[in-house]
């Protein structure tokens, strides 16, 4: 079967990881007897360099038509001071909004090989693990296109003061958290609503919706936390949450801390998801499986990590996270679940193998220690292991 995957790799290490991921991608085509056709667009800052724009019309265009969207960050310290609605990051919240992916999965397990890296005692991760593990497995689902990220903001007529609105109508918080109760379904049935509804009234909406629509998934736990709680219990006591929902900016800053218990942000990978397709295939879409006729659910897929100017051009970057999205992509998108599962086994295989980006490289610098050989982004790329 023929797919077209629109790549954006955007900035820093954007590029380098997004490499790997297509590398991986091509053993899974090899192996399983697919075309991954892609489609390569610019957003974020080398747009801007090039056009002036952060999304120019002809990415988002460009994306719509393909089946999935892999990206890989955006922004940097050359594009700081511009002002904010010409800075990279815009790409990405008019991707999210121009493609309706309201629903952001960024799934944050710890793989045993990776044990070494979670700063986490063995005792305190046991302590809350259902079954007394030194693990936890854990999905946050992030509203994507509402809340503080979408709102009205300016500034006053003398500059001196600033606004940012947070507004969520009862139809978006009632769509993401079904993506969460259909996640929470098929994984342990359990639901925590996290939110800060003792101040803000937005977040008391989002608990009405949530009781409401608890009442249609009657198998399901729903409990709610408060956001505060929920950054503490996290590394508290991370193994009693199984499905996260809540909103775009508390999302944002809790992927980002789940992300160090997992070993390194360089390991979360996410899925940003609307609805269902419609039965009727696209017209005009760019020579991709809906050309042919074949079911496909567009999304987008990207690495929580931003564009890590710190590291960027170094050959050190984790590209994991990346070639996890695109099992993601896989598996969502085009409902290719064995194929998926090869990527995130070859993942599992290249740790086996001792290889390990800096990022995650053990703390106590026994097992998998790092060496120029064994650590670059290349070497950590899991393209061999997946052809295998
Ligand atoms: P960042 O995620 O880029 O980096 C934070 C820290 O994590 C840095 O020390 C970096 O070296 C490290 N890191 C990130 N990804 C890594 C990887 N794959 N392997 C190893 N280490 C990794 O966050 P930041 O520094 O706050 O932001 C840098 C720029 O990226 C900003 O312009 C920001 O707006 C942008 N950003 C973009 C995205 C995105 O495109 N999705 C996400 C977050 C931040
Ligand atoms: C992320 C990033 C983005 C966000 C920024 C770069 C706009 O931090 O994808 O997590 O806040 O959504
Ligand atoms: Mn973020």
């Known amino acids: 079967m023929n797919y077209s995957i629109a790549l954006v790799p955007g900035d820093g290490i954007g590029p380098d990881v997004v490499a790997q991921a297509v590398d991986v991608l091509d053993a899974v085509a090899d192996k399983y007897g697919h075309v991954f056709n892609y489609v390569e667009l610019e957003a974020g800052g080398c747009a801007i360099d090039a056009t002036g724009e952060p999304l120019p019309a002809e990415t988002l265009e460009a994306a719509k038509q393909c089946d999935?969207?892999?990206?890989?960050?955006?922004?940097g310290p050359k594009w700081e001071t511009l002002p904010g609605h010409l800075r990279p990051e815009r790409a990405l919240l008019g991707l999210r909004a121009g493609l309706g992916v309201y629903a952001n999965l960024r799934p944050a397990a710890l793989l045993p090989q990776l044990r070494e890296a979670?700063?986490?005692?063995?005792?305190?991760?046991?302590?809350?693990?259902?079954?007394?593990?030194?693990?936890?497995?854990?999905?946050?689902?992030?509203?994507?296109?509402?809340?503080l990220y979408f709102g009205e903001r300016g500034r006053s007529p003398d500059g001196s003061s600033a606004f940012d609105t947070e507004t969520y109508s009862r139809s978006e918080i009632e769509r993401v958290l079904r993506v969460g109760y259909r996640s929470a379904a098929v994984r342990r049935k359990k639901l925590c609503?996290?939110?800060?509804?003792?101040?803000?009234?937005?977040?008391?909406?989002?608990?009405?919706?949530?009781?409401e629509v608890a009442k249609d998934y009657p198998d399901i736990e729903t409990t709610y936390m408060y956001v505060d709680n929920c950054a503490m219990q996290l590394v508290r006591a991370p193994g009693q949450f199984d499905v996260i929902v809540t909103s775009n900016l508390f999302g944002d800053i809790l992927s980002d801390e789940a992300s160090v218990l997992t070993g390194s942000?360089?390991?979360?990978?996410?899925?940003?998801l609307g609805d269902s397709p419609e039965e009727e295939p696209k017209a005009g879409s760019s020579g991709g499986a809906k050309a042919s006729g074949k079911r496909v659910t567009m999304g987008l897929y990207e690495p929580i990590h931003g564009s890590a100017p710190d590291i960027a051009g170094q050959d050190i970057a984790n590209p994991l996270a990346t070639i996890l999205s695109a099992a993601m992509l896989l598996r969502y998108s085009f409902g290719l679940e064995t194929e998926a599962r090869a990527i995130e086994s070859a993942v599992t295989a290249t740790l086996d193998a001792g290889y390990r980006t800096r990022d995650i490289a053990s703390r106590n610098g026994s097992a998998g220690a790092v060496n120029a050989a064994a650590g670059s982004t290349g070497a950590?790329?899991?393209?061999?292991?997946?052809?295998?």
């Open 380 to 388: 950590v790329g899991t393209a061999n292991a997946a052809r295998e």
């Open 68 to 75: 999935a969207v892999l990206l890989g960050a955006v922004g």
């Open 265 to 272: 942000i360089g390991m979360l990978a996410s899925a940003s």
């Open 118 to 147: 979670c700063p986490i005692k063995d005792e305190v991760l046991r302590a809350s693990n259902p079954k007394g593990e030194a693990s936890f497995d854990l999905l946050i689902v992030r509203e994507l296109t509402g809340g």
């Open 193 to 211: 609503v996290v939110d800060k509804a003792n101040v803000l009234e937005s977040s008391r909406l989002w608990r009405e919706v949530a009781a």
